[in-house]
């Protein structure tokens, strides 16, 4: 009999356990977690985001204004120090460099994960790589080939050059617009219209000699 009364009780403790946890859980139903007394429980209401879209927080502001100083400053150190190249458009990868210089400059402003020493990193590394396929130009010529484009010659002596243009999918309104950029007023009176590694043009005026700076051009 006692046997029999021990397995009851030891049978009947977890289901009584079991009870008092689901009324308890029943209470907490429908009840502010604040109130409930949870340990990081959020208050009572909505938060007030009628101001997240001029500001995150002061902190935000505070770092945006201390790390644009810096950045801008370590910026202009780095371009002075690496010459006037870095600021040129003369191939390719000097037109990437320059967008990337802008687009980490943005980067290390806005973006609160990236660190103002990694910011500063890149742009150090933008530089030297710079610097590095600027000497390597100057000393092979295959390389500068491959990271250049030369110069195309759409014009020559007031003729348009049509297979040139096709190729470098220019029209002839294009190159008419920037030989009246250069202040010249008919076709006849140029010598040459060179379409620059870059992208601009150059107009030459017509001349009675030859012309030497054509010599690196592709015709």
């Known amino acids: 009999m006692d046997a029999r009364r021990r397995g009851t009780g030891a049978t009947a403790l977890p289901v009584a356990v079991v009870a008092d946890k689901r009324e308890a859980g029943e209470k907490q139903q429908g009840v502010p977690l604040a109130d409930a007394g949870w340990a990081g429980a959020e208050p009572r209401g909505t938060p007030d985001t009628s101001m997240l879209m001029f500001f995150d927080s002061l902190h935000g502001l505070l770092r945006v204004l201390i790390i644009s100083l810096l950045a801008y400053a370590w910026l202009v150190f780095v371009l ?14 000097d037109l990437v460099v320059t967008v990337a210089l802008g687009s980490t400059l943005a980067t290390v402003l806005l973006t609160k994960d990236v660190a103002f ?10 530089a030297l790589l ?3 396929v600027a000497q390597a130009s100057i000393r092979s010529s295959w390389f500068s080939d491959l990271v ?6 759409l014009v020559e002596d007031g003729d348009f050059r049509d297979s040139a243009m096709r190729d470098e ?4 309104a294009e190159v008419e617009a920037s030989i009246r950029k250069s202040g010249i007023g008919r076709i006849e009176e140029v010598g040459a219209v060179v379409l ?9 005026e017509r001349s009675d000699g030859a012309y030497t700076v054509l010599r690196s051009v592709a015709r």
């Open 130 to 132: 710079q610097w590095i």
């Open 80 to 93: 002075r120090l690496s010459g006037k190249r870095s600021l040129a458009k003369l191939n390719a990868f």
């Open 117 to 126: 020493a990694e910011g500063a990193l890149a742009f150090c590394m933008l």
């Open 169 to 172: 999918r220019v029209t002839r």
């Open 196 to 204: 620059e590694s870059d992208g601009s043009m150059s107009v030459l």
């Open 148 to 153: 250049r484009s030369r110069p195309r010659l």
